[in-house]
């Protein structure tokens, strides 16, 4: 089991570019989410869904997208990157309620700087 | 708007004793609530929750309280290991919609001294 994997580990980008950020998991689970992580402080959460083709806005979507056309993929993309995007994202999966839900498994991380 | 947020920022402790790391919350609807542990460069690693009707759960070398009446939250770890140092998150979660949003406090940082 490689639990949950993100793609790039970092990444420079100008303002104005688009990126995807790749997150999979392969432990089947149906809840997956992006968060974002600034310096000092805790996580954000942006997106997430409950299964495939079920995705809804968490705290800070504004300037991304998702979407979950499978279990395993939940790709984030920034559509216009800016300097406030700059952080460190991370993707999380988990089973649905009652089957340790709470027991989020975070990847290792994205750290995005946008110059 | 709701929040979960520390008591202290950073937390040294000798290597052998036991660590208190402390959380207040303000949402009182919340039904779960969760401790990670984040070390330098990686993700969140989940280390226990405890339900909201519940004061008191224990882990391995891990306890967590909750007192709702004051809305705290404590980790506490029995034999500080060097092993242990990281930051440390509290969260809560909001199963309102059927799904569980989880809001993340601010941290604290736990440095053992060998």
């Known amino acids: 089991n490689a639990g949950v994997t993100q793609t790039p580990k970092f990444q420079v980008l100008k303002t104005g570019q688009s990126m995807t950020l790749q997150c999979a998991q392969d432990m089947n689970h149906e809840y997956m989410s992006w968060y974002r992580q600034d310096p000092g402080m805790g996580l954000r959460l942006i997106h997430y869904?409950?299964?495939?083709?079920?995705?809804d806005q968490g705290e800070v979507p504004n300037g991304y997208n998702v979407s979950r056309s499978t279990t395993e993929d939940f790709p984030l993309r920034l559509l216009s990157a800016a300097p406030s995007q700059t952080s460190v994202y991370f993707c999380?999966?988990?089973?649905?309620?009652?089957?340790?839900?709470?027991?989020?498994?975070f990847g290792p991380g994205t750290r995005l700087t946008v110059t | 708007g709701e929040s979960v947020g520390l008591h202290l920022p950073t937390l040294s402790v000798q290597e052998g004793d036991n660590s208190i790391i402390n959380c207040a919350y303000s949402?009182?609807?919340?039904?779960?609530f969760i401790w990670y542990k984040q070390e330098s460069g990686k993700g969140p690693q989940f280390i226990i929750d405890?339900?909201?009707?519940?004061d008191k759960r224990q882990g391995q070398r891990v306890t967590v309280l909750l007192n709702k009446t004051v809305k705290h939250l404590s980790l506490q770890i029995a034999a500080t290991q060097p092993g242990d140092s990281a930051v440390y998150f509290c969260?809560?979660?909001?199963?309102?919609?059927?799904?569980?949003?989880?809001?993340f406090g601010t941290g604290t940082k736990l440095q053992v001294i060998p």
């Open positions: 869904s409950v299964g495939a083709g079920i995705t």
């Open positions: 999380a999966s988990s089973a649905p309620p009652g089957r340790g839900a709470y027991e989020q498994y």
């Open positions: 405890i339900r909201s009707n519940m």
């Open positions: 969260a809560e979660n909001n199963g309102s919609g059927g799904y569980q949003k989880v809001t």
């Open positions: 949402n009182s609807a919340s039904d779960y």
